[in-house]
């Protein structure tokens, strides 16, 4: 199985200030047939739907606030918040769908600092 | 926008079997653009695929746990089940229902994230 590491586990940001969240896969996720990576994106907020934020590491969403961005390819991806709001707390997760199963991060939890 | 919801017992006894309906409003369940899958979260541990199916019956699950496994499909109800067998305390989890996003050229399909997810529920294992 692909095993994907999220770091850190916990992150408090002040509002308005950067947050970045990293995702290490233990394989490369690259499809070279059409040179995407398959990496997700989701925002979990308590008593609510996990929210897919970002698929193929760097493509947003419809309706996703652009203050929200992926990076990264191959191995090492990164999700940013450019300037934190208030209704960003929650637990983020990144998912490879390169192959089955499917894995996910073990979570990171963003907090207001 | 379409919507999932999970229902089913909140809780189970040891070596029963677990079973979850999911529930598709707001739209149809068959479509050639998705398959309908299955992820848990146990309590304090990270999110877990169970495996998929499509609107034709077409499943796939997760190798540790498909001898315990089986999903199916309902198209006249737009909905999808869940059945976990001889459950032990390790599957209490939230379990979630959710639209997987796939593509289909020639003949194959390609597979891909998760863009619609359900609220989940908690499905406890005890006697």
């Known amino acids: 199985d692909i095993v994907m590491t999220q770091s850190p586990d916990s992150l408090a940001v002040s509002l308005g200030e950067r947050a970045t969240i990293n995702c290490k896969s233990s394989?490369?996720?690259?499809?070279?047939?059409?040179?995407?990576?398959?990496l997700a994106w989701y925002q979990h907020k308590p008593g609510q739907p996990p929210k897919l934020l970002v698929s193929?590491?760097?493509t947003r969403e419809f309706g996703v606030p652009d203050r929200f961005s992926g990076s990264g390819s191959g191995t090492d991806f990164s999700l940013t918040i450019s300037t934190l709001q208030a209704e960003d707390v929650a637990v983020y997760y990144c998912?490879?769908?390169?192959?089955?199963?499917?894995?996910f991060g073990q979570g990171t939890k963003l907090e207001i600092k | 926008q379409l919507r999932l919801q999970e229902s089913g017992p909140g809780l189970v006894k040891p070596s029963e079997t677990l079973s979850l309906t999911c529930t598709v409003s707001?739209?149809?369940?068959?479509?050639?653009?998705?398959?309908w899958g299955w992820i848990r979260q146990p309590p304090g541990k990270g999110l877990e695929w169970i495996g998929n199916?499509?609107?034709?019956?077409?499943?796939f699950c997760r190798p540790s746990l498909k001898s315990r496994v089986t999903i199916s499909v309902e198209t006249s109800k737009n909905q999808f089940s869940l059945k976990v067998s001889s459950v032990t305390a390790a599957d209490t989890a939230l379990y979630y229902c959710?639209?997987?996003?796939?593509?289909?050229?020639?003949?194959?399909?390609?597979?891909?994230?998760?863009?619609?997810w359900g609220r989940g529920t908690l499905v406890t294992v005890s006697s």
């Open positions: 959710a639209r997987q996003v796939i593509t289909t050229l020639a003949g194959v399909t390609d597979y891909y994230y998760f863009d619609l």
């Open positions: 707001l739209g149809s369940i068959n479509s050639t653009n998705y398959y």
């Open positions: 199916i499509d609107s034709s019956g077409n499943t």
């Open positions: 394989q490369d996720i690259l499809y070279f047939s059409d040179n995407r990576n398959y």
């Open positions: 193929w590491a760097s």
């Open positions: 998912q490879q769908y390169y192959m089955t199963p499917y894995t």
